[in-house]
């Protein structure tokens, strides 16, 4: 049973910059593909990055990319969302998520476990 502790959430001005951290417990974390959520009040759960399990592919939704960046470190069982020029649509609780297998899935159903969220709140 893997455990999932999202960090790094909070309040910022538009344009502005936050890290989230995901640090993962209970398990071998590079055996697991890891991918971070995001889900709006009123609005259904949606993809923003995945990292295959060496850290060697990624995929960015096309809503973040250019301002999102994940990245994780094995040695350290953590998952990173580095996030830039942050707009007030970004406004949302931000998940990660774990995967056993290969990774870069945009469906939230394939993944394993989850943490409890943080939340992203962005003010224009």
């Known amino acids: 049973q893997v455990q999932l502790v999202e960090s790094g959430g909070g309040l910022v001005q538009a344009g502005g910059s936050l890290r989230l951290s995901c640090a993962a417990s209970?398990?071998?974390?590079?055996?697991?593909?890891m991918g971070w959520f995001r889900q709006a009040p009123g609005k259904e759960r949606e993809f923003v990055a995945g990292?295959?399990?060496?850290?060697?592919?990624?995929h960015h939704a096309d809503s973040v990319k250019g301002r999102f960046t994940i990245s994780r470190d094995n040695a350290k069982s953590t998952v990173y969302l580095q996030m830039n020029s942050l707009k007030p649509e970004d406004t949302a609780v931000y998940y990660c998520?774990?995967?056993?297998?290969?990774?870069?899935?945009?469906?939230?159903?394939?993944?394993?476990?989850w943490g409890q969220g943080t939340q992203v709140t962005c003010s224009s």
């Open positions: 209970g398990g071998t974390f590079s055996n697991y593909a």
């Open positions: 990292i295959t399990r060496g850290g060697s592919r990624t």
């Open positions: 998520a774990a995967d056993r297998t290969l990774g870069l899935s945009t469906k939230g159903y394939e993944y394993d476990y």
